[in-house]
């Protein structure tokens, strides 16, 4: 969706735009409690349980808040190291 | 985010025993934190009458249910749950807890009732009773005005409402069985005529005024048939 | 006759919240419906100026409620709209000399005999505005287009939901087209999409409304004004006719082509 809005006619680098980014992290994080510093701890603590089991790609890892209407829903999308060959036989 | 403050939960005497707020925060932490306080001072609190001041905290039947069974385990007698919100009163008016601590100020007072008469003595309340007031008298109580959830009438005679009886009523306290409750509207959350208490069915349609009387062991309600009052 | 109760709230305070209380009563009054408008702060009184009546207080609210009047001698009748009735705010200290369930039961006393009444909730989210939700049907939060009122009118929203009163629904008052169409304000789309609960009116910036309170006219009584349209408008909405939203939203661009996708709840 984010595409077509930024052809629409006037310019959205201004501060109108900077207030609204600004406001989706803040009320995300009104509405859930969590300041950034434990979103920091959540994500690490996530990808240390994710890594017992599965090989991840640490530098490829996006864990992010998002806003569904009046919800939030946190999307992580962890992708796993080259699958491991199992030896067969 | 556990809170760390002293503060969030104070203890305080007022007149009629004591006062414990709770502040802000997460209530299962806070609700711990004073079971805790409460636990550590058992002999403190024996047979202490609490009210408890929860502030903006939300709290839904299972929530209070569970804390007054919990205080009456202690026993310790809470008997009013003070908050700003309107889920948590209602909530407490619905299991009988008193909602305010409101003690009238001397000139709206009890006044008793002059007559020259040779008859029984009565007093006479020209003011809604809201949650927390509590009237004990022995003689008979008229009040002009509402009688609001929360609100307590105690009677060794006989309890007339000049208005909406919603609260909790007990005439004939000392055992008369004779005494009546009349009221505009009677709709209490709580009635019983010396012994015997009555279940109130819930009223259809408009309210008409009635008097409780005991018939046959029972507490009824009959309606105020003034036309037929001559006989 | 049953009134429909309705509970002006905001979170921040200086939004508009009792400028939006008393013209949105007036538009309901001015169509000929029987309307008592609440003023339910605690100490500070605001919606008698705004309205007029100023000078003509003799109880409130808490006399009311402590049983020093009758309901009907609080209740000031407006000389210009006869069915309008104004309950002034008292000028108390004391926080809790109102509680949810008092707000309730004079709901209650109310609704046989009009057809809507109107409640401005103060700003916070501390007892005053809890005991203005405690009777409402309907509960309209009024923001900004601005960083700190769209923050507060978030938390008040969840408010509501938590006391079982929501879903609440949104008036975007102040919007100023220059600075939109400048990039220099939030579009009525940016907050509609961050705070996602149904729109119900949005007011433009217009200095008709401070000349009015200036006046104690309220701006609703003036049809020719751009404010006092789209309180009309409101009225109109609140009382189940669609109507669309004003030209000034549409010709920032956004409002129509976004609408049909960003609406709250998806599809």
């Known amino acids: 969706m984010a595409g077509w809005l930024e052809r629409l006619p006037f310019s959205r680098t201004k501060s109108a735009n900077k207030a609204k980014e600004r406001l989706k992290l803040v009320l995300i994080h009104d509405r859930t409690d969590l300041t950034p510093h434990m979103m920091e701890s959540l994500k690490n603590e996530l990808l240390g349980v994710i890594s017992r089991y599965v090989e991840i790609d640490a530098e490829a890892v996006r864990i992010s808040m998002n806003q569904d209407g009046r919800e939030q829903r946190l999307v992580a999308d962890i992708p796993l190291r080259g699958a491991t060959r199992r030896r067969i036989g | 985010m556990a809170g760390t403050s002293q503060l969030s939960v104070q203890i305080k005497g007022i007149r009629d025993g004591l006062l414990i707020s709770i502040g802000e925060g997460n209530w299962a932490d806070l609700q711990d934190r004073l079971f805790g306080h409460i636990q550590e001072r058992a002999n403190f609190f024996k047979g202490a009458r609490v009210a408890l001041d929860v502030g903006n905290h939300i709290l839904h039947a299972a929530e209070l249910g569970a804390l007054r069974d919990w205080f009456s385990d202690q026993e310790v007698s809470l008997w009013a749950v003070l908050s700003n919100s309107p889920t948590t009163e209602a909530t407490a008016q619905s299991l009988g807890l008193a909602t305010r601590l409101s003690i009238p100020k001397p000139d709206r007072a009890v006044r008793p009732l002059d007559t020259n008469l040779a008859g029984e003595s009565a007093v006479l309340v020209q003011r809604t009773l809201r949650s927390g007031f509590r009237v004990a008298f022995a003689g008979h109580v008229v009040v002009i005005g509402d009688v609001n959830p929360g609100a307590e009438i105690i009677a060794s005679g006989s309890v007339v409402v000049w208005g909406r009886l919603r609260g909790v009523v007990h005439a004939g306290a000392d055992g008369n069985e004779e005494a009546i409750v009349c009221a505009l509207d009677l709709m209490p959350t709580q009635l019983r005529i010396a012994s015997i208490i009555a279940l109130t069915p819930s009223r259809k349609g408009k309210p008409d005024p009635e008097i409780a009387r005991v018939h046959n062991g029972q507490v009824v309600a009959e309606p105020w048939n003034y036309k037929e009052r001559g006989k | ?267």
Not at chain 3, 63 to 87: H, S, T
Not at chain 3, 234 to 262: C, N, Q, T, W, Y
Request: charged share 25%; glycine share 8%.
């Open chain 3, 1 to 267: 006759m049953t009134a429909t109760v309705l509970t002006v709230t905001s979170g921040k305070g200086g939004v508009g919240k009792t400028t939006t209380t008393a013209n949105v009563a007036v538009a309901l009054a001015a169509s000929g419906l029987k309307v008592v408008c609440i003023d339910a702060d605690i100490g500070l009184r605001n919606l008698d100026v705004v309205l007029g009546l100023e000078n003509r207080i003799v109880y409130d609210l808490v006399d009311v409620i402590e049983g020093r009047c009758r309901l009907r001698q609080a209740m000031i009748r407006d000389k210009r709209l006869p069915e309008l009735f104004l309950i002034p705010a008292a000028q108390t200290r004391d926080k809790s000399a109102v509680s949810p369930s008092d707000m309730v039961r004079l709901c209650d006393d109310l609704r046989p005999d009009y057809d809507w009444v109107l409640i401005d909730s103060p700003a916070g989210i501390e007892r005053g505005f809890r005991n203005s939700i405690a009777p409402a049907d309907i509960v309209l939060v009024v923001t900004n287009p601005e960083v700190s009122a769209v923050r507060d009118a978030d938390r008040i929203i969840g408010l509501i939901e938590a006391e079982e009163k929501g879903p609440a629904r949104l008036i975007i008052n102040r919007l100023n087209p220059s600075l939109v169409k400048r990039g220099d304000m939030l579009t009525a789309n940016d907050v509609l999409e961050l705070l996602a609960i149904e729109l119900i009116g949005v007011i433009p910036e217009d200095e008709n409304v401070v000349i009015s309170t200036n006046r104690g006219q309220p701006v609703a009584l003036d049809h020719k004004t751009r404010a006092g349209q789209e309180f009309i408008n409101i009225s109109r909405r609140l009382r189940g006719e669609k109507v669309p939203f004003s030209e000034l939203a549409e010709k920032d661009g956004f409002f129509r082509k976004l609408s049909r996708v960003l609406r709250p709840g998806g599809n």
